[in-house]
């Protein structure tokens, strides 16, 4: 973990216990060795599923399942699989870093703040049959299923016919925006 010849010089890990959501995974807090909060708004840019605060200032995201929040010079992250995991996602996470900030010239950097779909305005890209085709009892759980990303669009049978087809390419186009399952 220690790089000499980045910007961000290591991330350290100083707190892990069971994860309150899911026992079964771990979440811990990390240390950044230097403050990131000009990278930011370059890994807002990069990151399409990322929420960027600058008045905080704070960037969160999901990679896959687990959510991460960097905040200048402290990271957290929540449904980590086990250690091995934790420490593979702080070398990613600094190789991120390290990597924007070199390639920052060739980046336009984005202060907006996205605003991820709710459930609700996931449900409303469905078609709202109700046919428990996906193993849910109903499309609202289903899209809130979506939302915490324990669910996959190709599930909803309803969304690959025909007269669907647009709810579905708008739906995708939403996931892919904000790191969802497709």
């Known amino acids: 973990m220690e790089n000499t010849d980045g910007f961000l010089k290591e991330i350290k890990i100083v707190f892990m216990e069971p994860c309150i959501a899911e026992p079964e995974k771990i979440r811990f807090i990390a240390e950044l060795s230097d403050d990131v909060t000009e990278v930011m708004p370059y890994l807002n840019s990069v990151l399409k599923n990322a929420i960027y605060n600058k008045n905080i200032p704070a960037i969160s995201l999901k990679k896959e399942f687990r959510l991460i929040t960097i905040k200048p010079r402290k990271m957290t992250v929540a449904k980590a699989l086990h250690s091995t995991d934790a420490y593979m996602l702080v070398d990613w996470i600094k190789d991120l870093i390290n990597q924007t900030y070199r390639n920052r010239d060739n980046i336009e950097p984005s202060y907006e ?4 779909p709710k459930p609700l305005d996931i449900y409303s890209w469905l078609p709202r049959t109700n046919c428990k085709q996906c193993g849910e009892p109903s499309c609202l759980a289903f899209a809130a299923k979506l939302f915490m990303d324990e669910q996959k669009i190709e599930n909803c049978k309803p969304l690959y016919m025909k007269e669907n087809e647009k709810l579905r390419k708008a739906l995708e186009e939403i996931a892919e925006n ?5």
């Open 178 to 182: 904000f790191g969802y399952s497709i």
């Open 113 to 116: 703040l996205k605003n991820p």
